[in-house]
Every structure is written in C-alpha cells, then in structure tokens.
C-alpha cells in the first residue's frame, strides 16, 4: 500500500455529495446537480457551479440530478459526477487512483449496490466498498456501532428518511422512505401556490424551510418575505409567511416520517427496546437540522431524541473511519472490487 495509497469516504446523496478524506476532513461539500448541454450531450458543470443554474438555465442546457431518492437514476451522469468530485477532492494527487467507500440507502438492492460500485471504479477508484448509510451515520455520530446494545439511528437526508436500529455492528430493523428534504420543500412549494397564488422555485423554498421553518407549531413565529410570480398576472410579487404556516404546509409529510419511526420501533425485539428508551433517537443527516424535528420525534414517539453534532457530515465521516478500519467492519462492508 505504502505512501500512495488514498482513501476517501464518500456520502454520494441526492440532494449533497460530501467527501471525506481521513486525517483531513470533509475536503468537498457540493450538490449532487451536473448541468448538461442538450445538443452535444456534454457535461458542462458539476456540484456548485451546477446548481447555481438550476432554474436559470436556456434551454439548451439542463441542470440534472442524477441520484433520484438515493438511488442512481442516471448511471452515465453519476459515474460523471462522481469522477469530478474523486479527482476535485484528490486535488495535485489526482493522478493516484483511491480507495473508496461510498454510502448507500439500507433499502437498496443488489443491483442498485452493484451500480454504486462499477460507477466508482469507471470515476477512477482502485478499489470501492459500499456501506449502509444509517450505520455510517452511527459511526459518524459516535455511536458504538459493535456492542451489544440497541441504538436507533434516524437519517433524514434530501431523497430518503433511513431509520435504523443497530446493534453488534448491523443492522436488526429498518425501514426507509421516500419522503425527507425535497418533498418538505415540494410540500411547501405547493402550500404557496395554493394559498398565495404564487410560484416559487426550489430554492425558495428550501430557504423559507430553513430560515424559518419548524417541525412544530411555535409561540414567537419568523417571518420570511416570499419572492415569486403571481400566476394570475404572471408578474412579480412578493408576500408574507410565517413559520406556523410552514408548520402547516409540511405537516403530512413529517406525518410519514414520524409513522416509519414508529413502525421500527415496533418491530424491534423487547430487550433493545429498552436500550433505545435509555440511548434515546439519534437523528442525522441534513433535514435533521429543521427546528424542533427532536421536539416531534418525542411527541409523537415517547423516546428523547436528539441531533446529532455536524449532522449533515456524520455518513461521510463515518465512510472516512470505515475505511480506515475495514477489517473491524468487514461484515457490514459489501462488494469488494
């Protein structure tokens, strides 16, 4: 192996990608978006030059998002995307081909895992691991993923929600669902069609979701001033929401969520059952970061929960320690190039 050899962990997600060098941190936290120009069928832009245009763009170029609920949508875009995030983040190292090890949903298939890694050895990796995200998360979190105890890890990323409850290094119950950040800002997206009669993109409201959004109904209300077009017009208008109003329009999709908790908790065996209720909820991932989620998670649960620290980081840190120590995660390490 010797001096040459680079590692890095990768949280490959639908809405982020973060890259995790060992020994150096995050080094690369961009959009998983690549802008592509329609006639020649070339990649123009990737991460955060790509996002930037979404919305914008003529017609000749769209900005693509090639993972779709954090599965590979577009296998050619992905392998494109993940080749610019390898070599950005290898930076004058370029030239050395890294080890990989790169998150995936806990729901996903065989073929989807397969796909995941082929992707990463065409980008360039010498050899790629895949790992499940919730228990990249635990470790990213700090949990002690190997002990015989119960722990209950609760991933809301851009495209799914993963909860899992871990114990001795795998996975005993979980269940994912297709509903975290982007259906929260769909949710309010169409909230402000239907009440103000106005269109707004996806941008706007992913910044009124976490400027002033909140998983439950508060007392000292934000208010955020809405840009957009008024449909019956077609002008420019703004207007005034609040955070209870938030609260409102994403209600049935945190519904869903609390209703996944639930259904693990559920099936989990008694005795870590009561680890969980000691260990409480450990809640990862971006959309964790909405106001009072923890707050919810108890109402409607019974059980504490809390976020994790840095909690949009804890899967891509937890790939960077699985890949410093992969023999301690062997059985939790699938496909092996």
Not at 134 to 150: D, K, S, T, V, Y
Request: proline share 4%; aromatic share 4%; net charge neutral.
């Amino acid at each position: 192996m010797g001096l040459f050899s680079k590692k890095l962990g990768i949280d490959l997600g639908t809405a982020n990608t973060l890259v995790f060098a060992p020994g150096k941190g995050v080094v690369l936290n961009e959009p998983s978006v690549v802008a592509i120009s329609i006639p020649d069928n070339k990649v123009m832009a990737v991460g955060d030059e790509a996002k930037v245009m979404i919305g914008r763009t003529p017609d000749t170029i769209i900005a693509y998002r090639p993972m779709k609920d954090g599965v590979i949508a577009d296998y050619r875009v992905t392998e494109a995307m993940l080749r610019y995030f390898i070599s950005k983040a290898l930076g004058k190292w370029s030239f050395i081909k890294p080890e990989v090890l790169v998150s995936v949903p806990a729901g996903v298939s065989s073929t989807e895992r397969r796909a995941v890694v082929e992707a990463a050895i065409k980008a360039g990796a010498r050899s790629a691991y895949v790992m499940k995200e919730p228990i990249l998360a635990a470790i990213g979190a700090g949990i002690p993923i190997q002990e015989a105890m119960g722990h209950m890890i609760v991933d809301i990323g851009g495209g799914t929600t993963d909860v899992a409850v871990i114990s001795l290094g795998g996975i005993v119950a979980c269940a994912s669902l297709k509903c975290a950040g982007d259906k929260i800002d769909q949710a309010i997206t169409d909230y402000i069609k239907k009440n103000f009669s106005l269109f707004v993109g996806d941008r706007t409201a992913e910044e009124i979701k976490i400027k002033i959004g909140s998983a439950v109904l508060v007392d000292d209300e934000l208010v955020y001033r809405i840009k957009g077009r008024d449909f019956i017009t077609g002008l420019p208008r703004t207007a005034e929401i609040t955070t209870n109003e938030v609260v409102k329009a994403i209600e049935s999709e945190l519904k869903d969520m609390m209703k996944v908790i639930k259904n693990v908790l559920q099936e989990t065996p008694p005795e870590l059952a009561s680890d969980i209720i000691d260990n409480g909820i450990t809640m990862t991932g971006g959309s964790s970061q909405l106001r009072n989620l923890d707050e919810l998670v108890f109402r409607s649960t019974g059980v504490k929960a809390k976020v994790a620290d840095e909690s949009l980081l804890c899967v891509a840190k937890g790939a960077g320690a699985a890949l410093e120590h992969l023999d301690t995660y062997k059985k939790s390490i699938i496909a092996k190039r």
